[in-house]
C-alpha cells in the first residue's frame, strides 16, 4: 500500500516556501542594510561570513538557502556601494536590482490574477444561476426534501 500523495495545492505551497527563502533571506538584508555607508556594509558582510562559517560546523549548509541568499545580498551590496561616490549611503529605492524584482513582482502577480480569473470564468456552471428544479432537484422529482410526495 502506498502512502497518498498530498494535494497539489499543498506541494505547491511548500515549494513556494523553499522559494520565498531566498527573497526573505534578501530582503531581510536590504532592511538592515538601508543607510549603511560601505564601511558599515563590510563589517555586516564580515560578520555575516563569521556566522556562516559558525553555523557550517553545526547545520546542514546545503539546507540554509537563506543564509546563503543573505550573504550573497551582502556582497552585492558591498560591490554596488564600492563603485558608488564616496560616503553613499544604500538605499533599496534607487538599487536597479531590487526596482527589476519589483517590477517582476507586480507582473508575476497580475499574471497570476488574470489565470486565476479565467480559471473561474470557463469553470462548469461559473456565472450561471439555476432556478430551483433545473438540476434534478425536488421539483422535477415531486419530492420533499425528506422524500414524501408533495400534495397536488
Request: proline letters at 6%; glycine letters at 6%.
Amino acid at each position: 500500500m502506498t502512502a497518498p500523495r498530498r494535494p497539489l495545492a499543498a506541494r505547491a505551497a511548500a515549494f513556494r516556501e523553499m522559494a520565498d527563502q531566498t527573497r526573505i533571506g534578501r530582503r531581510s538584508v536590504r532592511r538592515r542594510a538601508e543607510g549603511m555607508t560601505a564601511v558599515d556594509v563590510a563589517q555586516a558582510l564580515e560578520d555575516a561570513r563569521f556566522l556562516a562559517r559558525q553555523e557550517s560546523g553545526h547545520e546542514p549548509v546545503a539546507d540554509d538557502e537563506r543564509g546563503r541568499a543573505e550573504l550573497a545580498e551582502w556582497e552585492r551590496i558591498e560591490r554596488l556601494l564600492a563603485a558608488a561616490a564616496p560616503n553613499a549611503v544604500y538605499d533599496p529605492d534607487l538599487d536597479d536590482v531590487v526596482q527589476a524584482e519589483r517590477a517582476a513582482e507586480t507582473t508575476a502577480t497580475a499574471a497570476r490574477d488574470a489565470a486565476l480569473r479565467e480559471t473561474a470564468r470557463s469553470a462548469p456552471g461559473a456565472g450561471e444561476l439555476r432556478a430551483p428544479g433545473e438540476d434534478g432537484t425536488s421539483e422535477q422529482t415531486g419530492q420533499t426534501p425528506r422524500g414524501r410526495r408533495s400534495r397536488p
